[in-house]
């Protein structure tokens, strides 16, 4: 099985910043493509920012320039470093790898979200 984990969300100001991470655990043999999506109330998940295996970066158009995703592969982990936040920044953020694992399968996991709330 494989495990995503996340932390670092919490409440913070306009304007302010926040760093979340995700470590992803378990049968993993390697990882393609890990991800941040986020789900606002009574909106769908979108996606926020990809980052491939290669190092190729992709980001919603609503938070160029301002979030910056990146990985480690030796611990597994991916970061979102999320500044001059906005109060449509607010969601719950979501973890997503695409894992491959030893014994050859391979899936989409997800971990259990982390509430970001940015008010003043």
């Known amino acids: 099985q494989v495990q995503l984990v996340e932390s670092g969300g919490g409440l913070v100001q306009p304007g302010g910043s926040l760093r979340l991470s995700c470590a992803a655990s378990?049968?993993?043999?390697?990882?393609?493509?890990m991800a941040w999506h986020r789900q606002a109330p009574g909106k769908q998940r979108e996606l926020v920012a990809a980052?491939?295996?290669?190092?190729?970066?992709n980001y919603a158009d609503s938070v160029k320039g301002r979030f910056t995703i990146s990985r480690d592969d030796a611990k597994n982990t991916v970061t979102l470093q999320m500044n001059s936040l906005n109060l449509e920044d607010t969601a719950v953020y979501y973890c997503?790898?695409?894992?491959?694992?030893?014994?050859?399968?391979?899936?989409?996991?997800w971990g259990q979200g982390t509430q970001v709330t940015v008010s003043s």
């Open positions: 378990g049968n993993i043999f390697s990882i393609n493509t």
């Open positions: 997503n790898a695409d894992v491959r694992t030893y014994d050859g399968y391979r899936a989409a996991y």
């Open positions: 980052i491939t295996s290669g190092g190729s970066t």
